[in-house]
């Protein structure tokens, strides 16, 4: 990180105010890193990483600040942070909001304090309109080595509309924490959707996926988790406890490739509080997680051990024996990216196959669908580069679905009638 070229740097600025009209802004930082200034931060890009302030990473507190043109009303904040695209990195990660009358002397704004901060979107809500001439951003902790704060904006009532694009969640199931990693080949295929361009994203580990993170306005439109490498013996269960939670909750779409595919199977069918077990170790007499299997073996092998595994590897061909929306516009057989040794052996209760092998497969259960939500098990990869046709089509109806349902959103569900062949859904289907 280059030195500090401002302290305590103030800068006038002109901007469009939420509620209409012009409001001069006056920001400052308590450090500024050089390639930023405090004004980034409020000049109207939002998503941009060259135009953001950087706090310096020799402190260990900072602060950004602004000074209105005369005392106004503020109900509702939001603060887009850090310095990557998708994954929160240099960012803050203990914060909360301050309100001041004479700049000198501050007091917190309640609500607003946050601790182990994992969203780089986040719409404040005040429990009532403060009046105002100063608001600072004080800093305590981050994640990585400094602050990152993208754009502030300031509305005037505590329930008022805050546009912002859909955005979506791509979480990496892995063992391995560190981001980016697996599953981030979802975000470049949504926005290569026609319509979904502009489409944001953020990446999260397994462990970080759960409702709590979901509620925190702005609300994602959907999730996307990623295949695994590790055999479900070896696997931390208490690592699947949000997701498992969100699955119960049935309040967000969500599409899962592979192993990501296989755990929703395994926690509708057993859940996280008993143990899993593997076809390697797996008691015949006692299965632990019969619902997940191997396609084959050549050989007796450890856990962990796949060299005797029979694999599907590449493009193979894809049976719809469903009419389900997700598959519009596909013929009823069609190529996708395969790469597994494991299967999910049946539906679980609540669910329903939607496809099955093609010509040449043996992985008979190719997708699922929960019958009354946009959640799908897939065992195939759309993420994987190879079959761009089937992938882009099966991506850009999902994320349609998505956007018909609402995104993030509890609300109850119209069961109906649903002719014979046709999963049920939503009474928005």
Sequence with gaps: MPPVSAVFACVAVLIAAPCGGVETLTASASTSARDSNPNSAVDGNRFSLASAWKGDTNATQWWWQVKFEAEREVGTILQIVGDHDFVLRNAPSQSVWQRSDDGLTWSDLRGTAVTNDGRLFRIHRLSHVVRARYLRFNITAVTGQYPTLREVEFYSETNAPVPFPDWIIAVNTTH??????????????????????????????LGSFNEQFLRIEPRPLCGFLSGNFKDWCEVDRENWRGTQEVL?????????????????????????????DCPHCREPQNPRT?????IGHTAERPCGDYSGCIFERGLHW???????????????EFQVMQSHCGQI???????????TAGQGSRTK???????????????????????????EQIMGNFLGLAKAWGGYKAKPIKQRTIPSGRVGGPASD
């Design 365 to 391: 259960t190719q997708c699922l669908r929960m019958n009354d939500r946009y959640i799908y098990a897939a065992q195939f990869h759309i993420e994987m580069k190879g079959a761009p046709v089937a992938s």
């Design 318 to 332: 894809v049976r719809v024996v469903t009419d389900d929306p997700v598959f519009k516009n596909l013929p009823q």
């Design 345 to 355: 052996e049946w539906p679980p209760s609540g669910w329903s196959l939607i496809a």
């Design 248 to 276: 119960r909750n049935k309040n967000l779409p969500i599409w899962a490739s592979c192993g990501g595919a296989q755990g929703l199977a395994i926690l509708a069918e057993t859940g996280v509080d008993k143990p899993w």
């Design 176 to 205: 391995d924490s560190a981001l980016p990693n697996h599953g981030q080949e979802f975000i470049p295929l949504a926005k290569s959707c026609s319509g979904w361009e502009e489409l944001q994203a953020q990446q999260v580990w």
């Design 290 to 294: 019969p619902i997940y299997t191997h």
